[in-house]
């Protein structure tokens, strides 16, 4: 019993581990970019966004479809590291999955929520804040 409890507390540690990564990642790379481009547009985050929805695919399809990753390492990966990378990579894998499985109701449903209603709740956000 110990052991399994081991063995769950280093799978935990790895996740932090490679989510503290991955928001390094992410922060600097869209400084980067940032400082590179100089313009209003938030291409930082773009490019953060893109290349992230690019290596939570080519990630997931080396360990499913290929088995070049382990499910150990693939969860490490993807919710560690792409988790704190970008949360649009799962977002856009998600939706990816449903259109893939001809779900097209909810793989829009799904983008209009995240998208519309996730933008009206920034601005609720906004709002309370201002009552406080």
Do not use: C
Not at 8 to 35: D, N, Q, W
Not at 46 to 54: A, H, I, P
């Amino acid at each position: 019993m110990a052991g399994g409890r081991n063995l769950a507390l280093s799978k935990l540690l790895l996740i932090a581990l490679a989510g503290s990564l991955g928001t390094l990642a992410r922060y600097s790379l869209g400084g980067l970019v940032h400082r590179l481009v100089n313009w209003p547009f938030p291409w930082g985050t773009l490019t953060v966004n893109l290349l992230g929805s690019f290596l939570f695919g080519l990630i997931w399809a080396l360990a499913q479809e290929r088995s070049m990753i382990s499910a150990e390492a693939r969860i490490i990966v993807l919710t560690g590291f792409m988790g704190a990378f970008t949360t649009f990579s799962t977002f856009m894998f998600e939706t990816g999955e449903l259109l893939r499985d001809s779900q097209w109701a909810l793989a829009f449903g799904n983008l209009l929520m995240q998208n519309v209603v996730g933008l009206a709740a920034v601005f609720a956000g906004w709002a309370v804040a201002r009552v406080l």
